[in-house]
């Protein structure tokens, strides 16, 4: 600081209280800098404290005292191993849990077909991925193949959103409704819905309707059923990817497909197989539920035949 007078010009040394309130200052920058950059970091949920981690999975916290970095790693060894013991409790009792098989094994022809390859074309066409990235079309031309003449009614969650704000998007060059056409096309006189929680590739056109879905929320998927025809033929989820959405929308097809009806849940983490192990030893036995190793993901397939019970 300094200070000019006409007869005299005084420089004054900066005072130890001016340092002292320049370093309180820088300190409070960077105090500020450093908590923003927390919570941003918490935002996109690159950042949790133990003590959250524990309350955010209360579901596999250890119920006891102790600090909490060693609450927090018990927690996380516990959500990643609960699954899989529940799997070897259940082989234990004499339960043998389902494995995963690869995927050519659920096709009873000699595939790819001409139907498959047909299939194919379609999906590459309109711009899903279900036969350039995986070989899910193999699954859906052994289901629909013999019936594809018929009057079926074929849900499938997950649009293929082109935003990339929305978790499990296409990415910017998606396009939306791509396997809701390629199954319109291969399947001339069935209606085909689709459900997406991104509001804004919602659409309608020949002989496909859609409709808003978050797979995380029962109630939603609830609104859904409320708006669809009853007795689906095949139900599939291509949505969220995450086994409690997947679970939910279980729930929820095993309510809403008919007698035969399939559900079919892409792009299963391999990590997940023991809960999908788990929920099939749950089902009853009228329900058969399938694992499929494909070419670049687990696929789960579930059918309802005569005489299953309602969840
Ligand atoms: C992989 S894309 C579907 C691709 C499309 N079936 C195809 O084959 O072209 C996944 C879709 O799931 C949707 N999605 C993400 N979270 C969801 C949720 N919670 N409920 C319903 N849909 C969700 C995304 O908006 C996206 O459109």
Not at 68 to 84: C, G, H, R, Y
Not at 215 to 231: G, H, K, N
Request: proline share 5%; glycine share 6%; aromatic share 8%.
């Amino acid at each position: 600081m300094s200070e000019a007078s006409g007869s005299f010009y005084v420089r004054r040394s900066p005072t130890i209280e001016f340092v002292k309130s320049l370093l309180k200052r820088s300190e409070l920058v960077v105090g500020l800098t450093t908590s923003a950059r927390q919570a941003h970091e918490r935002l996109l949920g690159g950042f949790i404290t133990n003590h959250e981690l524990v309350n955010q999975l209360a579901l596999f916290a250890p119920n006891s005292s102790g600090s909490p970095k060693a609450k927090a790693d018990l927690t996380m060894l516990s959500a990643q191993t609960a699954f899989p013991l529940i799997c070897e409790l259940l082989a234990q009792q004499g339960s043998r849990p389902v494995q995963a098989r690869p995927l050519e094994s659920f096709c009873s022809a000699d595939v790819p077909n001409s139907q498959a390859i047909e299939l194919a074309g379609l999906f590459n066409a309109y711009g899903s991925d279900k036969a350039s990235s995986h070989n899910y079309y193999l699954v859906y031309c052994e289901i629909l193949g013999a019936l594809r003449r018929n009057h079926l009614r074929i849900l499938e969650i997950g649009l293929g959103s082109n935003n990339p704000d929305v978790v499990s998007s296409m990415g910017k060059f998606g396009r939306p409704g791509a396997s809701l056409r390629a199954f319109r096309d291969f399947l001339p006189n069935s209606e085909i819905f689709g459900a997406d929680v991104d509001r804004r590739v919602l659409f309608e056109e020949d002989r496909i309707r859609t409709y808003f879905v978050d797979q995380t929320s029962l109630r939603s998927l609830d609104e859904l059923a409320a708006v669809l025809p009853e007795a689906l033929d095949l139900i599939i989820d291509d949505g969220l990817h995450s086994p409690s959405a997947n679970i939910a929308t279980l729930i929820f097809a095993l309510k809403k497909l008919k007698c035969n009806g399939w559900f079919v849940v892409e792009d299963v983490a391999e990590k997940s197989v023991p809960v999908w192990q788990l929920v099939s030893a749950i089902l009853p036995q009228q329900y058969t539920c399938r694992i499929l190793q494909g070419r670049s993901g687990f696929m789960v397939i579930v059918k309802k035949t005569s005489g299953a019970r309602q969840l």
